[in-house]
């Protein structure tokens, strides 16, 4: 029987390869060097330096990632991927004209101008801190790669009410809204903080009503408040669109604790003075409502 000669493997192939087994096994460094060393062998190829910028995006090494991303748009002004990871790496850095320039070659519509992008893209659902809490809120859309937190996160998020996020562009899951599917994207850092802290109090009211209408008078004082009793929390799977079974005992959905029109809300103020304003004038405003508890979450 005859043997297949085997196939010739180049010395560029054989870099290339090496590189990615290096990254996949978490040797970054040698990764690294590797991609560098591919880039020099073939400095016409635009395949290195796009992983190369890629791998830097995952280390969050933002200059270099824009550097090499940059050059793989020049090399190939078709590959998407790259002017994407170009106009996040340009965002995280602030640099606004290449962020445009990256947007536009990518496809999207952006209008001249200076400094930081203002579209009105309307809502969009983030999951925050994707490798620990994992929770998903809705933000408000500032750019293809910002969006500022509209709710009132819990604390474990480490994220506050205000924050402004920079988001991938890969969607992991999605939400229901309306009758309609909406994909969720990750959190990839905070790029400016919040000066809002975050608050939580226990609120009593005759019905839902009276809590939307807390949730409400915080938006017209430019706070803001969560029910905090009325969110569901889903594993990792779930919340990535892998849903699967999960074993729960009976009467496990109420277990919080709460009292019978009780309800933990999370406020949004950048003072202890505003949140119990706000909680004084909301009680005040109708009968049967009360509130007590007031703590601090995060600082």
Request: charged share 30%.
């Amino acid at each position: 029987m005859l043997i297949p000669p085997k196939k010739k493997v180049s010395p560029l192939e054989r870099v290339y390869t090496e590189a990615l087994a290096c990254e996949e096994r978490g040797e970054l460094a040698e990764a690294e060097r590797l991609y560098k060393e591919a880039i020099q062998m073939a400095p016409r190829w635009a395949v290195a330096p796009f992983n190369l910028g890629l791998l830097y995006k995952r280390q969050r090494r933002w200059r270099e990632s824009l550097e090499y991303n940059r050059r793989a748009t020049k090399l190939d002004a078709t590959d998407e991927a790259a002017w994407w990871n170009l106009g996040i790496a340009a965002t995280a850095v602030g640099d606004w004209s290449t962020a445009r320039a990256a947007w536009r070659g990518y496809g999207i519509p952006i209008p001249a101008g200076e400094g930081p992008i203002e579209l009105p893209l309307g809502p969009i659902p983030i999951r925050l801190d994707p490798d620990g809490a994992s929770e998903v809120v809705w933000c408000r859309r500032l750019d293809p790669a910002r969006a500022v937190i509209e709710n009132v996160p819990l604390p474990a998020s480490g994220r506050r009410f205000g924050d402004v996020l920079l988001t991938d562009g890969e969607p992991r899951g999605t939400r229901r809204v309306q009758g309609r599917e909406v994909p969720v994207f990750n959190e990839i850092e905070v790029l400016e903080t919040s000066l809002y802290k975050t608050w939580s109090a226990v609120a009593e009211a005759e019905d839902a009503a009276g809590i939307e209408a807390l949730q409400d008078l915080a938006t017209e004082r430019g706070l803001a408040a969560e029910d905090w009793s009325a969110l569901r929390v889903l594993c990792r799977a779930c919340s990535e669109g892998r849903p699967h079974a999960h074993n729960r005992d009976p009467g496990s959905e109420n277990e919080s604790g709460e009292a019978d029109g009780e309800r933990t809300v999370g406020l949004a103020a950048a003072t202890a003075e505003e949140a119990r304003d706000l909680l004084n004038a909301w009680s005040a405003a109708a009968p049967g409502r009360t509130w007590s508890d007031l703590r601090i979450e995060l600082d």
